[in-house]
């Protein structure tokens, strides 16, 4: 064929180029000789050239080679480190006991740098309180005209950082760090209010939390880093020691409604949402996004990274009784209710009286920031009279659900409390248009949820600044409130409250603050004193069961500096529902201007396709078994997780610089501790033997218990001093259960929590069941080594035995 005949041709040209090719590079390689003899060299002189080019060429291999090996263990320092010891004949890589690769690494030389600069942070906030602080607070209330700070001390302890964690790029443009820091500090702040003879302050103080440090844009140019942006993910601990008449706020009862109002202004300015940018370069165009709190995904606004968690609590089972009467010979029943916490945002269930099997059936949503790293916290009170008991907790990283969008389980309680907690957890995605908008209505008007609706989308509104504001008041006189409002003009229902804008007295340079309202839900901006050209940089965020019918309202208050009314129908008709532009505003000056950013994202539920049933509570029959029927099966039907499970190996070392608890004669002669150590997981609880008088013990014990892949499980250790009456705390430490399992081994010295000082070293170890014998051999011979001196013996295989059923039972 004509075709055939042309794909010939084709192939048969090809080969004689090849066959060209081939013979022009003999030629070469020929080439030197022929040089020589044309030059009337000698054969010597050819040896010599040949030697030189294969030594230079082994020798160009070779560093090659090495950049090669260089650049995969920079790459990969822990495959390279196996793959070498494989190659020196280890067993698949095993390293020894002492080679670890951590997550969380220390950061010593940190630590030194801050102690060297911590005195000249001092000069800084002293500087900061006198200068700007104190006139502020001056400024703020008539009574505090005499107010000052007669002292201020930061003192020669510095903020330590216990562990740095580098997060994986999950942006181009962006670098995470998450700080583990410790601040227990001998800083001293005394203030004094003369028109009343008043002094307080504080002398001590202990912080601990995660703080997470993004570091964005990166730039092109130097800085390299546009803007550091700072934040807690999760609430810190906090405890003050108070002076002066600041010493009442340490009354029982007092002292934790102070430490919570203290712990709620920090989360205020630094908790998520709330964050702490510093720009590093001038005008940068970024700021308002990396100031406003809208879920940020791994590429942008929106996306995966970032999104709104639908948790409904469903019941929990086998909780414990605290109610006891009669000095605890007749034991009642608790009063359970839940305690929900995401950061700043926390919810309360309702209490359900006497169960210790209650059913709540009610629906919160939550709006997630970072993942990873942000978790959920429950914790489960028995409500009394005086104070609430506690029944459990357990916590959950929202990584678990943006991987599995729906997470449905009864999760075991841990920290004292027993029983499980059964809780649907549903990944809601932003979508930055109206497309599937109608589809999310359908199917939220299909669940039923307490004590609110769901929700169909989030509105964010981000307050930048105002200018030219009146400088007394609005057309409706000195100081009085005008109406404004922010609303749907599709459901034709009267004006809602308002955006108001208003100050504090007629005459003067006002002190304008902004209050928004949706529905019934209201919040309202930071109050700046003394300006007609405010900047408040405050985010608000608001979900809206129905956009397309729902307004924000107006204040009904008849005084303002201005007034807005902006319809939701101009949103929803925006690109990307997005609005972000300066907005006049009405009965005001001419030139008064509103400058904000207003987001709207709908919640998408994208449901997976095994998005089963409800799981059967444990220890329940199957309802869904069946029971009758001459059919029989011919094998058993256990659960596809059977099997699965994993043994967790702990190995409880040693523990250095402990607290001494015994001290005699009023603490004049001090003594030692007698430490022991309590070991809980998997609703399972060891205990160690106790090392007499000795702040720096060494235990070598050695746990085994079966455990699962469940989220949120954690390693908990503590700490304690071995008394006649009661043993003293000596501190504590945890490890999540799910980054052993994906590390497969964790050797560390964990800092001890709640406490000034001592450290944890232990060996966590997942093994993970192998359907062959092959190994057995090996796996003794390991134990035999690693056998400790006290306790049981290792175990060498896991023997899983499912009871399915059972039929023809003699009667």
Not at 526 to 551: C, G, I
Not at 555 to 565: F, I, K, T
Request: net charge neutral.
């Amino acid at each position: 064929e004509p075709g055939g005949g042309s794909g010939g041709g084709r192939a048969r040209r090809g080969a004689g180029l090849a066959a060209l090719g081939a013979l022009g590079r003999r030629l070469l390689w020929a080439l030197p000789a022929y040089a020589a003899g044309l030059l009337g060299l000698g054969a010597g002189a050819l040896v010599l050239a040949l030697a030189l080019y294969a030594g230079w060429r082994r020798r160009r291999k070779a560093r090659e080679r090495g950049m090669q090996l260089a650049a995969r263990l920079q790459r990969d320092e822990e495959a390279a480190v196996r793959a070498a010891a494989a190659g020196l004949g280890a067993a698949s890589g095993e390293l020894p006991a002492w080679v670890s690769f951590p997550d969380v690494e220390r950061a010593e030389w940190l630590n030194k740098v801050l102690a060297q600069a911590w005195p000249f942070f001092g000069q800084y906030m002293e500087k900061l309180l006198v200068e700007n602080i104190a006139p502020s607070i001056r400024a703020s209330n008539s009574h505090l005209q005499t107010f000052t700070f007669t002292k201020v001390d930061m003192g020669e302890k510095p903020l330590r950082v216990l562990g740095v964690r580098a997060h994986p790029g999950t942006h181009k443009k962006q670098i995470l760090l998450d700080l583990n820091i410790s601040y227990v500090g001998d800083v001293q702040i005394d203030v004094e209010v003369k028109k009343f003879f008043c002094k307080a302050g504080v002398k001590g103080m202990q912080l601990h939390g995660m703080l997470r440090i993004i570091l964005e844009p990166l730039l092109g140019d130097v800085p390299i880093v546009g803007a550091l942006t700072m934040f807690f993910i999760r609430r810190p601990t906090l405890d003050i020691n108070w002076t002066g008449m600041t010493n009442l706020l340490d009354i029982p009862g007092l002292s934790s409604m102070s430490d919570t109002m203290i712990m709620d202004a920090i989360s205020s300015y630094l908790v998520l949402p709330n964050r702490l940018l510093v720009p590093l370069v001038p005008n940068l165009h970024e700021a308002a996004q990396l100031r406003c709190p809208l879920p940020r995904g791994r590429a942008g606004w929106g996306s995966r990274g970032g999104g709104v968690v639908r948790v409904h609590l469903r019941a929990a089972r086998d909780l414990r009784s605290k109610d006891r009467f009669m000095g605890g010979l007749v034991e009642g029943k608790s009063d359970p209710y839940a305690v929900l916490r995401v950061g700043t945002q926390v919810v309360t269930s309702r209490v359900i009286d006497d169960n210790l099997n209650p059913i709540w059936d009610e629906v919160y949503e939550f709006i997630v920031h970072e993942v990873p790293g942000q978790e959920m916290e429950v914790e489960l009170f028995d409500k009394d009279p005086d104070q609430d008991d506690l029944l459990g907790r357990m916590k959950l990283d929202f990584g678990e659900v943006l991987k599995a969008r729906v997470l449905e389980e009864w999760f075991p309680l841990q920290e004292g409390g027993q029983g499980r907690l059964h809780l649907r957890l549903e990944w809601l995605s932003l979508m930055s248009d109206t497309s599937k908008l109608d589809q999310v209505l359908e199917r939220n008007r299909t669940i039923v949820a307490k004590p609110d609706p769901p929700s169909a989308a989030i509105l964010v509104v981000y307050l930048d600044r105002a200018e030219e504001l009146p400088v007394s008041g609005g057309p409706g006189g000195a100081g009085l409130p005008v109406p404004c409002s922010v609303g749907s003009e599709m459901c034709g229902t009267p004006p809602d409250p308002p955006i108001s804008v208003q100050m504090k007295k007629p005459g003067k340079e006002p002190n304008p603050m902004v209050q928004v309202s949706v529905q019934d839900v209201t919040r309202e901006s930071k109050v700046v004193y003394n300006t007609s050209a405010p900047v408040w940089e405050d985010a608000f965020r608001f979900f809206l069961h129905d956009p397309m019918n729902q307004d924000v309202k107006d204040d009904p208050r008849q005084s303002s500096l201005g007034s807005l009314s902006l319809p939701l129908a101009r949103l929803l008709d925006a690109p990307e529902l997005t609005l972000d532009q300066p907005f006049q505003l009405q009965r005001s000056g001419p030139g008064s201007r509103l400058y904000m950013k207003l987001v709207l994202r709908v919640l998408f539920f994208d449901a997976p396709e095994n998005d089963g049933p409800t799981p059967t509570p444990p220890g329940q029959p199957d309802p869904l078994a069946s029971t009758g029927g001459t059919h029989r099966p011919t094998h058993a039907s256990p659960d596809p997780q059977f099997g699965t499970e994993h043994v967790l190996r702990i190995q409880l070392l040693e523990a250095e610089n402990l607290i001494a608890k015994d001290n005699f004669f009023k603490g004049v002669v001090r003594g030692r501790s007698d430490p022991y150590a309590k070991v809980r997981v998997a609703g399972r609880v060891f205990r160690s033997r106790v090392v007499k008088e000795d702040l720096n013990p060494r235990w070598n014990e050695v746990y085994e218990v079966i455990v699962d892949n469940v989220p949120g499980q954690d390693v908990e250790f503590d700490l304690f001093d071995k008394d006649i009456d009661k043993d003293d705390f000596l501190g504590r430490c945890k490890v999540p259960l799910r980054r052993v399992l994906s590390s497969r081994i964790v050797d560390e010295w964990l800092p001890l929590e709640e406490v000034k000082s001592g450290r944890l070293h232990v060996r966590l170890e997942s093994l993970a069941p192998s359907p062959s014998a092959a190994r057995l051999e090996q796996v003794l011979h390991t134990n035999s080594l690693l056998q400790p001196a006290r306790g049981e013996e290792l175990s060498a295989a896991l023997l899983s035995v499912f009871v399915d059923r059972a039929a023809d039972l003699p009667v």
